[in-house]
């Protein structure tokens, strides 16, 4: 693998502050998403982003970083995955996360890959045919960065992950496309190794790729960090401005 399964600390983080002003909409008519919409004037034109979200889902965080994509000028989807079966923050320590993946909460929903695929492919259609998206970017936050690198052919031209989990090798060489990662100083899921062996995979690949380390933050940093904690807030915004930045010289 490129980065290993997720655990425990994909659901630790804090709730941050903040009024989301976007759009709650159904995704095929079944699946809940979020969509935000650029000020007037501010749109890049034809250009969307779709969102997948790490376990937590649609929630506060991913509503307020929509929204700060848009005012960036970007539409941007976030679509749940889970088909309404998203974690709560701060699961505890016995929480067993692999049959939640496996199963599902009930036993009857799974989130592996035969089921979180065509969910993505629904948000890709409707970005493209419902909002005339004609260019696509992908953010992929930890569980979310595995489709990002699965779907490059199904149209997502640009790529951006935050701490990944669960990518295995094949995915992230089958990315054809510029593909930036912004990682944690400590991560148990994306450690040094997997970061050096997914340098060496998208080295080989010969697109644009860009992996930035952050020191003093761990996994899930730029989504559920502890804000009122500097370093931590300094690495947050940072990897967010590495997504814009990414997106405005590949996507643009």
Known sequence: MASNPPAQCCTIGVLHEGTPSGKHIKVAGKYDAYVATPPEGKAHKDVGLLYIPDVIGLWQNSYLMADQLANSGYLTLIIDVFNGDQLALNRPADFDFMSWLTKGSDGNNP???????????????????????KKLGALGYCFGAKYVARHNA???????????????????????????????????????????????????????YQINLYSGVVHGFSVRCDTSKKIEKYAKEQAFLQAVTWFNEHLL
């Open 111 to 133: 989130h592996t890959k035969e089921y979180v695929d065509p969910i993505v492919l629904e948000a890709i259609k409707t970005l493209k045919e419902e909002y005339g998206v």
């Open 154 to 208: 199904d149209g997502i031209e640009v790529g951006f992950m935050a701490h990944p989990s669960f990518v295995e090798e094949d995915e992230l060489a089958s990315f054809k496309a510029p593909l930036s990662i912004a990682a944690a100083e400590t991560d148990t899921i994306f450690p040094a190794e997997k970061r050096h062996k997914s340098e060496e995979i998208l080295k080989q690949g010969g697109y644009p």
